[in-house]
């Protein structure tokens, strides 16, 4: 089992940057592919960007593509979003999770979850 919390969410200026953590707790952190997804308010949760068990591949969704990178370290058991020139749209909370495998685009294919963090982008 896994346990994942993450960080780094804040209110940033469009244009801005943010990094975020997932902090996984477990000793097979290794063996889970990763992934970001975020929620807005009132719209369906949406795949962001994943990580392969071994940083060999990586995937986005278009929308911020160039913009955001996915990159894990095993050794500390995080996977961590760095996000660059910031826009409104990129405004929801944002939650990390695990998978053992299925479609790394789809939710439903996740094993674990955490609570999320917020990031909101000012115009």
């Known amino acids: 089992q896994v346990q994942l919390v993450e960080s780094g969410g804040a209110l940033v200026q469009t244009g801005g940057s943010l990094r975020l953590s997932c902090a996984a707790y477990?000793?097979?952190?290794?063996?889970?592919?990763m992934g970001w997804f975020r929620q807005a308010p009132g719209k369906e949760r949406e795949f962001v960007a994943f990580i392969d068990r071994t940083s060999a591949s990586t995937y986005y969704t278009d929308s911020v593509k160039g913009r955001f990178t996915i990159s894990r370290d095993n050794a500390k058991n995080a996977v961590y979003l760095q996000m660059n020139s910031l826009k409104p749209d990129d405004t929801a909370v944002y939650s990390c999770?695990?998978?053992?495998?299925?479609?790394?685009?789809?939710?439903?294919?996740?094993?674990?979850w955490g609570q999320g963090t917020q990031v909101t982008v000012s115009s």
């Open positions: 477990g000793r097979t952190f290794s063996s889970y592919a």
């Open positions: 999770a695990a998978q053992s495998f299925g479609s790394h685009t789809q939710p439903r294919d996740y094993d674990y």
